[in-house]
């Protein structure tokens, strides 16, 4: 499929102002937490009503899917065509079962990083918590064991070294979205900054 081709969402494949890089670049806040499956916990917490933390084995007990998406970083580099394998994150929400009153979510990283999110865009089907890319476990470097992928939203949204979801009655701003980064954060709209 040429870059001009729609995706799956009937949108352009590369959104304006990005180009496609082929080795995946890493961009973080320096600190890369060593968390192993053994010691990995995610937490579910806030507007919900049941708080729970589960461990790697009843995350890898849950059902796992497979997905073909594109990454697209703010920095203006995309990603294309990764294969990713993980859990929904509808799924894992679904755990805790969040109150009807939940509209959105801070996402929160084992290196103190934050990041909010809407909830109708945590629930769509292609934003998984991913433990493995194009068929290796993801490496510490991308957020392994597992981070967060919102491949409708830029890739900042998707929390490396993921550690809780928090459900949230009102939005709150994680840490770029403080310092200037769209809160909505849509690429095909150009949605960069506030
Ligand atoms: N925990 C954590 N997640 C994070 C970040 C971070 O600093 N800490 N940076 C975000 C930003 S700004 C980007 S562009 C992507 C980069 O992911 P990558 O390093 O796998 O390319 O991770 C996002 N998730
Ligand atoms: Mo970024």
């Known amino acids: 499929m040429g870059s001009g081709a729609p995706n799956r969402h009937g949108m352009p494949k590369l959104p304006p102002g990005q180009h496609q890089t082929k080795s995946w670049p890493v961009l973080d806040l320096g600190v890369k937490p060593n ?26 007990a849950l059902p796992q899917t497979e997905d073909v998406s594109d990454f697209h970083c703010v920095t203006t580099w ?59 476990p993801l490496p510490r470097d991308h957020g392994g064991p597992v981070r967060l992928i919102t491949p409708q939203l830029y890739a900042w949204k998707g929390a490396k070294w993921i550690s809780r979801i928090e459900l949230l009655k009102q939005n709150k701003l994680g840490f770029w979205e403080d310092r200037g980064y769209s809160d909505t954060a849509h690429p095909w709209r150009d949605d960069r900054y506030s």
Do not use: C
């Not at 010691?39 to 507007?47: Q, R």
């Not at 934050?114 to 433990?131: G, Q, S």
């Open 35 to 60: 968390i192993t499956p053994s010691t990995w916990k995610l937490t579910i917490d806030g507007a919900v009503e049941e708080p729970i933390t589960i461990d790697w084995a009843t995350f890898m």
């Open 78 to 136: 995309s990603l294309m065509d990764s294969r990713w394998k993980g859990v929904q994150a509808s799924t894992v929400l679904a755990l805790a079962r969040p109150l009807e009153s939940a509209q959105y979510a801070m996402i929160h990283a084992f290196d103190e990083y934050t990041t909010n999110v809407a909830l109708y865009e945590l629930l769509k089907d292609d934003v998984l918590l991913v433990h493995t890319w194009n068929d290796q």
